[in-house]
């Protein structure tokens, strides 16, 4: 895994390994690098998977708007969040991301995919409050803290799935 000082260099690198970060002294932690809440979304419609790579259907979603201070208020449910950041992954690289732990101390959990070599995009990930009483997000709130892993040797090809490019 990567540490700060080896993740801070790959960002000054060219192309940025991250992009549209909003500190980089806050954001670069020891073992990582925390991803920025941009957007929230509502799911609205069912989705399915099907055995083949064209037999999926995403749920449809609804933005949720922030207050004028910025804050945004979530009842118990499931939500589709977007993070500022845009990742530019080599083909030596991988991520994990992990919920950062004050939010699941409060009941909420964050669930993430496996960020695959050569992926470029924002990602996006699912967000699960669990906590009857709701909680509280603010835009531009660190909420994950995203893992870098360099692969044994770099991939052959790199990621070509339907989500190159998202959210540019």
């Known amino acids: 895994m990567l540490d700060r000082d080896s993740i ?7 192309p940025p390994l991250i992009e549209s970060y909003l500190s980089l002294d806050q954001q670069l932690q020891p073992n990582g690098f925390d991803l920025t809440l941009r957007e ?12 083949g790579p064209d037999q999926r259907t995403l749920s449809d979603t609804e933005k949720l708007e922030f207050g004028p201070d910025q804050w945004l208020h979530l009842a118990p449910g499931s939500y589709l969040i977007t993070f ?5 992954l080599p083909l030596d690289l991988m ?7 004050s939010l699941l101390r409060s009941g909420v959990s964050i669930h993430t995919g496996v960020g695959d070599a050569g992926y470029r995009g924002r990602y996006q990930a699912l967000l699960v409050v669990h906590l009857l009483q709701g ?11 995203l893992v ?16 190159q490019g998202e959210n540019i």
Request: aromatic share 6%; proline share 0%.
């Open 148 to 163: 870098f892993v360099r692969l044994v040797q770099a991939a052959s090809q790199g990621y070509q799935g339907k989500f």
């Open 84 to 88: 500022n950041e845009i990742i530019n």
């Open 135 to 145: 909680y509280s997000l603010q835009k531009d709130a660190r909420v994950v803290q």
């Open 8 to 14: 801070g260099d790959l960002i000054l690198g060219t």
């Open 95 to 101: 991520t994990l991301g992990r919920t950062r732990s």
């Open 40 to 51: 929230v979304a509502c799911l609205t419609s069912a989705g399915s998977m099907g055995a």
